[in-house]
Nanobody, 119 residues
Framework: VQLQASGGGLVQAGGSLRLSCAAS????????MGWYRQTPEKARELVAV???????TYSDSVKGRFTISRDNAKNTVYLQMNSLKPEDTAVYYC??????????????WGQGTLVTVSS
């Protein structure tokens, strides 16, 4: 199983970016997909997660500005980021908790995509 993230880049404060992450491989079901972020100064932290039923959870720092969604048919999760702030600058990692074709439950991470917000 692999997770391929895309969509990071440089944006001015107040701008928007959309991240995508597609899971591929021998997947039976993806229970939870989400986004985390990390900076050199801070440990990796949760940004937002979404279950295969559509239940979402957001960190307080992004509520009202970021929206997570997923396309179950494409095994893809999205993160729409609006009203970006310099403190949102980080490497963003996608995550999936899934059962593979052998029904084994595992935790997978994408390669990370850099989001830089300039002031």
């Amino acid at each position: 199983v692999q997770l391929q993230a895309s969509g990071g880049g440089l944006v001015q404060a107040g701008g928007s970016l959309r991240l995508s992450c597609a899971a591929s491989g021998s997947i039976f079901v993806i229970n939870v997909m989400g986004w985390y972020r990390q900076t050199p100064e801070k440990a990796r932290e949760l940004v937002a997660v979404i279950t295969n039923g559509g239940t979402t959870t957001y960190s307080d720092s992004v509520k009202g500005r970021f929206t997570i969604s997923r396309d179950n048919a494409k095994n893809t999760v999205y993160l729409q980021m609006n009203s970006l702030k310099p403190e949102d600058t980080a490497v963003y990692y996608c995550n999936a908790i899934l059962q593979d074709s052998d029904y084994d439950l595992s935790d997978y991470w994408g390669q990370g995509t850099l989001v830089t917000v300039s002031s």
